[in-house]
């Protein structure tokens, strides 16, 4: 499975932004998918994740009731729709995937698969 990031861009602060990951190769053995982000000098962290064939969807408290995490099956494309965009927002971020049952949506090590990620930059 192949990951492909895009979106990202330089916003102000209260602004929105959408980010697509493309996804391509063995799309049907996915389990889950979900966005990661790393701020410089910090740790990858969990954002939001979502069940690639169900419903379910799981975010970090950080971003809840700012960001919505979506997937277009027939597309195999994931978004990332953020609102209310804050400067701490800003990071590098990255699509994965998980493709089998032990993906757990905010455990980094349960993704098999990663994009190239893309920059979001919130000036204040």
């Known amino acids: 499975v192949q990951l492909q990031a895009s979106g990202g861009g330089l916003v102000q602060a209260g602004g929105s932004l959408r980010l697509s990951c493309a996804a391509s190769g063995r799309t049907l053995s996915l389990y889950g998918v979900g966005w990661f982000r790393q701020a410089q000098g910090k740790e990858r962290e969990f954002v939001a994740a979502i069940v690639w064939t169900g419903h379910s969807t799981y975010y970090a408290d950080s971003v809840k009731g700012r960001f919505t995490i979506s997937r277009d099956n027939a597309r195999n494309t994931l978004y990332l729709q953020m609102n209310t965009l804050k400067p701490e927002d800003t990071a590098v971020y990255y699509c994965?995937?998980?493709?089998?049952?032990?993906?757990?949506?905010?455990?980094?090590?349960?993704?098999?698969?990663w994009g190239q990620g893309t920059l979001v930059t919130v000036s204040s």
């Open positions: 994965a995937a998980g493709s089998d049952r032990r993906w757990a949506p905010t455990i980094r090590t349960s993704y098999d698969y």
